[in-house]
């Protein structure tokens, strides 16, 4: 069993930059594909990015390639998401989700491949 924790939302004007975590409790959190969804008032829970067990392979939503970057840390059991140029259209509850199986670049962005899931954290970007 994982236990997902979120932190870091809050409030920035468009431009700027936030970090997001994901504190994991659990022993197997270094195996599992861990990612990060969003969603905005009135629609669908969105793919942002995921992270394989090891680190090696990332996957970005077309919305937030080259904004973003995904990264985790074992030894502290915490993934992140560094959120560069923000704007108002990132704003939204973040998720993070973990998955006990590889990470599979066909499912990954599909919320039902995902077996935890945290409680979020609201990222409000002010125009």
């Known amino acids: 069993q994982v236990q997902l924790v979120e932190s870091g939302g809050g409030l920035v004007q468009a431009g700027g930059s936030l970090r997001l975590s994901c504190a994991a409790s659990?022993?197997?959190?270094?195996?599992?594909?861990m990612g990060w969804f969003r969603q905005a008032p009135g629609k669908e829970r969105e793919f942002v990015a995921a992270i394989s067990w090891n680190g090696g392979s990332t996957y970005y939503g077309d919305s937030v390639k080259g904004r973003f970057s995904i990264f985790r840390d074992v030894a502290k059991r915490t993934l992140y998401l560094h959120m560069n140029i923000l704007k108002p259209e990132d704003t939204a509850v973040y998720y993070c989700?973990?998955?006990?199986?590889?990470?599979?670049?066909?499912?990954?962005?599909?919320?039902?491949?995902?077996?935890?899931w945290g409680q979020g954290t609201q990222v409000t970007v002010s125009s």
């Open positions: 659990g022993p197997t959190f270094s195996s599992y594909t």
């Open positions: 989700a973990a998955d006990e199986g590889p990470l599979r670049p066909d499912l990954v962005v599909r919320t039902t491949t995902y077996d935890y």
